[in-house]
């Protein structure tokens, strides 16, 4: 006979794990308030369902105007830049970004879009925080002007170290076949237009870190008259959205073809990035100093002592963070339309005939 007290011979559960299904329901139901501020018409109600729903035919998604459409997805992260947000305790921003990284580069080819999807992995659910990045998160969806369909979030005691959460984000666009924007586009003589960064965006922060926090031992809470703030919020600006004033553009010129390619400057810089969006005949010519460098970029080169420059163009955005590459007859208008939605964009450089790889000059 067991002498165990009355309730302790129960044996273990999911909350002595570490887990507490209540406290995951409860944060589930706070976050729908944030779902439905981006939702349009095209999102159908389904409390409780397993899938979000989005109906391709209202608002004249699937019209004559788009006879043979075609879906894009993409996904990606953030990366370690969420260990500036954990280091800061700031995680209100990270979700824009975590948008912003596949959203734009839906719009690369062509797509606009329609939903995203959003997955957090923490070790200890806190609701507090969550609930920035979820907040973060649908501010970038409404940016974008796409819905928060749904996501998932996945609480796994000792796997992530306490007060750490990664996140990962998929998104889902649309395109008729006719509008896709491919490589063949692309013609010698084209030019090349630079949409202005807000800062380093999200890729390289492994270097970014080792720069600043390794070598120069900084911390996030450096002023830096440079920068004009603290070192930690120049490294938490978020990644611009740049999808929808794109979108405005595409819609314009929709019967012709006067902007050919899109290339998203992410992981592998300028030298990685355009090629991508170049046909194999043909390379780029980069003018250097054709717009201005962020302070950030030069004091990771100074204290980094980073010699090469092809390293630089090649790891970072280095204050062009989306590349147009339009019809040489088109490039002061669009440059106008730009300025006008409040985005700074320059003459970078044009394509050249040739080796498929771009020459920074």
Known sequence: MSNAKSGTAK???????????????????????????????NVLNNPGGYA?????????LLSK?????????????????????????KHDTVGIDLVAMSVNDLVCVGAEPLFFLDYIATGKLSQDVLLQVVKGVADGCRQ??????????????????????????????????????????????????????????????SLVRKVFFDVAKWRVERHVDEFGCTLG????????????????????????????GIAHITGGGFLGNIPRVLPESCGGRIERGSWPVPPV???????????????MYRVFNMGIGMVLIVSPVVVDYVIRQLGKAGQPSYLIGEVVKGEHEIKIV
């Open 52 to 60: 979000g729903l989005f109906a391709l035919k209202t608002n004249g």
């Open 65 to 89: 105007d788009m006879p043979r459409p075609v879906l894009a997805g993409t996904t990606d992260g953030v990366g370690t830049k969420l260990k500036i947000a954990f280091m800061m305790d």
């Open 233 to 260: 919020e120049e490294l938490l600006r978020p990644t611009v959205i740049y999808s929808t004033m794109i979108k405005n553009l595409l819609r314009h010129y929709r019967r012709k073809r006067m902007i050919r």
């Open 297 to 311: 970029f030069e004091m990771i080169r100074k204290l980094g002592k980073i010699n090469d420059d092809d390293e």
């Open 144 to 205: 974008a002007e796409c819905a928060l369909l749904g996501g998932e979030t996945a609480e796994m005691p000792g796997f992530y170290q306490p007060g750490e959460y990664d996140l990962a984000g998929f998104a889902v666009g649309i395109v008729d076949r006719s509008r896709w924007l491919k490589p063949a586009r692309v013609q010698p003589g084209d030019k090349m237009i630079g949409l202005a960064s807000s800062g380093v965006h999200s890729n390289g922060y």
């Open 11 to 41: 044996g273990l559960t999911y909350k002595d794990s570490g887990v507490d299904i209540l406290v995951g329901d409860d944060f589930a139901e706070k976050i729908q308030h944030h779902l439905r501020l981006t939702y349009g018409p």
